[in-house]
């Protein structure tokens, strides 16, 4: 059998144009988001960063696993927003537009594993990079979409009923929203490839790699989120929240640790797919 890495697209170097040209990318992809409200002023600086370091260190196919989970997940953030955002506003710590810890959050896993790949041109990050955008789509999609489930998510720890939108649970909408937002981000991948000259039996165990690791780092998020994610007491409603505090009183906390938010949760399980992924691929 071949081995997992053999298939490789190495950082493309490019024309000063090539870079001008997804520079520029970057700038109106930030500047969308910006407009349309989906990121806040810094947000949006920080995702221009963001997708111009991606591009540097891995060429075209970075920038675009990035951009496919950044339209899909704005889309979807969009979507039946007017039965979401109340139910957001009542339990997350953070609604409206995504702030730049979040941007950190959600991409950082990436940029982790494409800096070695920038240094050593080890294809192997290729597909540790791709695994963790799947991750975070994967959740993406399972918390915007699973949020409108008619059927009460449970917890994966205790598997008793929670609210909707509380960090933990999980439905079955939920967990296939979850692996078509993986699904997505493995077929951009492949479809790359594919461009590339790459194909073969090699390049589908690739894409059902990334797929599963997708899937992995989103069941990683509701473990976490249900384990150690803080939550706490609403002194105003008495129900659970994620929210600290509310109206600058200090909330209850009523299980986990304090510094575990929704942002840690979403970085740590990403990397983590990331990392197991470059494992599982390197010990082929």
Same mark, same amino acid.
């Given at each position: 059998? @071949?081995?997992?890495?053999?298939?490789?697209?190495?950082?493309?170097?490019?024309?000063?144009? $090539?870079?001008?040209?997804?520079?520029?990318?970057?700038?109106?992809?930030?500047?969308?988001?910006?407009?349309?409200? !989906?990121?806040?002023?810094?947000?949006?600086?920080?995702?221009?960063?963001?997708?111009?370091?991606? /591009?540097?260190?891995?060429?075209?196919?970075?920038?675009?696993?990035?951009?496919? +989970?950044?339209?899909?997940?704005? +889309?979807?953030?969009?979507?039946?927003?007017?039965? &979401?955002?109340?139910? @957001?506003?009542?339990?997350?710590? &953070?609604?409206?537009?995504?702030?730049?810890?979040?941007?950190?959050?959600?991409?950082?896993?990436?940029?982790?594993?494409?800096?070695?790949?920038?240094?050593?041109? =080890?294809?192997? /990050?290729?597909?540790?990079?791709?695994?963790?955008?799947?991750?975070?789509?994967?959740?993406?999609?399972?918390? @915007?979409? *699973?949020?409108?489930?008619?059927?009460?998510?449970?917890?994966?720890?205790?598997?008793?009923?929670?609210?909707?939108?509380? !960090?933990? %649970?999980?439905?079955?909408?939920?967990?296939?929203?979850?692996?078509?937002? !993986?699904?997505?981000?493995?077929?951009?991948?492949?479809?790359?490839?594919?461009?590339?000259?790459?194909?073969? $039996?090699?390049?589908?165990?690739?894409?059902?790699?990334?797929?599963? *690791? %997708?899937?992995? *780092?989103?069941?990683?998020?509701?473990?976490?989120?249900?384990?150690?994610?803080?939550? /706490?007491?609403?002194? $105003?409603?008495?129900?659970?929240? @994620?929210?600290?505090?509310?109206?600058?009183?200090? =909330?209850?906390?009523?299980? %986990?640790?304090?510094?575990?938010?929704?942002?840690?949760?979403? +970085?740590?399980?990403?990397?983590?797919?990331?990392?197991?992924?470059?494992?599982?691929?390197?010990?082929?």
């Amino acid at each position: 059998m @071949e081995n997992l890495i053999d298939y490789s697209v190495a950082a493309q170097t490019g024309t000063i144009l $090539e870079h001008v040209v997804y520079i520029c990318l970057s700038l109106l992809g930030a500047t969308f988001a910006y407009r349309r409200k !989906s990121l806040t002023f810094s947000a949006a600086l920080g995702a221009f960063f963001l997708g111009t370091a991606l /591009y540097l260190a891995g060429g075209p196919l970075f920038f675009i696993l990035l951009m496919v +989970f950044f339209l899909s997940s704005t +889309f979807l953030s969009h979507f039946k927003a007017s039965i &979401k955002d109340p139910v @957001e506003a009542r339990i997350h710590a &953070k609604s409206g537009p995504r702030d730049i810890v979040q941007v950190g959050a959600n991409g950082g896993a990436a940029l982790i594993m494409a800096v070695p790949f920038a240094i050593s041109q =080890n294809p192997a /990050y290729l597909v540790a990079v791709a695994a963790s955008f799947a991750a975070c789509n994967a959740d993406t999609w399972a918390s @915007e979409i *699973g949020i409108l489930s008619r059927k009460a998510p449970v917890s994966l720890i205790t598997f008793k009923p929670v609210s909707p939108g509380l !960090s933990g %649970g999980v439905s079955p909408l939920g967990l296939m929203a979850s692996l078509g937002g !993986s699904v997505v981000v493995a077929l951009t991948y492949g479809l790359y490839q594919l461009a590339a000259g790459n194909s073969g $039996e090699l390049l589908w165990m690739q894409i059902g790699i990334i797929t599963l *690791g %997708g899937v992995l *780092g989103s069941i990683l998020d509701s473990l976490m989120g249900a384990a150690i994610q803080a939550k /706490y007491i609403s002194h $105003e409603t008495g129900e659970l929240t @994620e929210k600290p505090d509310h109206n600058n009183k200090p =909330n209850q906390l009523y299980s %986990g640790i304090t510094f575990v938010n929704n942002d840690f949760v979403n +970085f740590a399980s990403s990397l983590l797919a990331a990392i197991l992924v470059l494992v599982f691929v390197e010990l082929q």
